[in-house]
């Protein structure tokens, strides 16, 4: 069992919380309002608010997390998450592709960072098992 933590868990997001969950996985979920809480619960989750744009809020979610799951599209922002998730005890990332996520995976590579670029939702739950199982 791991704890997952699901950045920006929208719709999709909350289908991905159950599947982990379904796994036997512990998921938390972020929401960028405390309006945006609710379904994140209702799917199991925990809920907590941080906004992807300001990765200082995501940062402080990190506490006991094993994989994070990046579900706000690309972003600059992908690279220096990959560089904090060395000092953490996360064992890497699945996010969407984009040119952030080709800069973080540079990034991954050189730190031994377990890191996939994933193009659809529904493959970031095997995605999240083989970045967990390294």
Partial sequence: MARVLIVDCDVRGCELAGELRERGHLV??????????????????????????????????????SAVCWLAGDSPRLEPLVETLVDTHARGLACE???????ARAVAAGSNVGFEIVDDPARMAPALDRILAC
């Fill in 97 to 103: 592709p984009g040119p952030g996520a080709e800069a």
């Fill in 28 to 65: 938390r979920g972020t929401a960028r309002s405390e309006a945006d809480l609710a379904p994140i619960e209702a799917a199991g989750a925990e809920a907590v608010v941080a906004d992807p744009d300001r990765l200082g809020t995501v940062l402080t979610q990190l506490q006991g997390v």
